[in-house]
């Protein structure tokens, strides 16, 4: 047991690869305001384009086999994303406060926990495929504002964790990993032809991520003015407007989705919501 504890904190923590990650501005991939204006452009682009092109849906079977592959792929790599930042921070941590604020001007964008983000920044980009799946199968009902909009700035998101070296990024990362585990294995599910009953247990993790966010988000600040300041702190500030804006999407689609089912059916009525 004890060695494969070893061996997994060293491929997800003390590989070469991964101590020594340094984010360089206009050098490593993804590093540019360039890539990340052009990565978004296109996906709203493509989205808007292929979602008025009525492209003709593909076999039911094969589009569940190529939603499940996508989706365990997803699934798997939100629990290495969530184990390996979790081991990360513990690794590269001074101590407690830097989990919840990075000493300013003194935590450039390197080491593991910052590979983590990378990965994780990577990720978002790679479920983009979440929104070609749903135009594909001739769904338009899923394809929503707030489908777009989460996938659209929480790239941004991740970029400015990034290049702000921002500070809260290791609670972040790992929270948000964490429930896309299990959002993505309800998918996974749903492509594999079982709906499980949780789904708005997936739901309210979002909404419990977000509210979890502006609570330690109280200490954070706390420090920051309390002592010398936090790294990254506008950044954090577009952050805290994009999950504010997300919280307020998510909990109207709880009460849309969920809320207005519990509700008793009037006895003049014979069609059911």
Not at 52 to 60: D, E, M, R
Not at 187 to 199: D, E, I, V
């Amino acid at each position: 047991m004890e060695d494969l504890t070893s061996k997994l904190h060293y491929w997800l923590v003390d590989h070469p690869t991964i101590t020594n990650f340094q984010w360089k501005p206009n050098q490593t991939w993804g590093a540019s305001p360039l890539f990340l204006s052009i990565t978004l452009f296109t996906y709203l682009l493509l989205t808007f384009t292929l979602h008025h092109a009525h492209l003709p849906t593909l076999n039911s079977t094969f589009l569940r086999l190529i939603s499940a592959l996508h989706n365990l792929i997803l699934l798997i790599l939100s629990l290495i994303m969530a184990v390996g930042c979790s081991l990360s921070t513990y690794s590269q941590m001074p101590n407690h406060r830097w989990i919840f604020c990075f000493p300013p001007n003194s935590t450039p964008p390197q080491g593991p926990v910052f590979f983590w983000a990378q990965i994780f920044y990577f990720s978002k980009l790679l479920e983009f495929i979440d929104t070609l799946l749903i135009i594909l199968s001739g769904s338009n009902r899923r394809l929503s504002f707030l489908h777009v909009y989460h996938h659209t700035v929480v790239v941004t998101m991740c970029y400015v964790w990034l290049s702000t070296s921002q500070s809260l990024l290791p609670v972040a990362l790992v929270t948000n990993a964490s429930v896309h585990v299990l959002m993505y294995a309800y998918y996974l599910l749903c492509a594999l032809g079982w709906r499980p009953w949780w789904k708005v247990l997936v739901t309210n993790c979002q909404i419990v991520q977000f509210v979890f966010s502006f609570m330690v988000s109280g200490l954070m600040l706390y420090y920051h003015y309390t002592g010398t300041g936090c790294s990254g702190f506008y950044g954090w500030c577009f952050n805290a407007v994009f999950n504010a804006s997300l919280l307020a999407l998510f909990i109207n689609f709880h009460f849309k989705n969920y809320a207005k089912r519990k509700k008793p059916h009037d006895n003049t009525k014979t069609k059911s919501l």
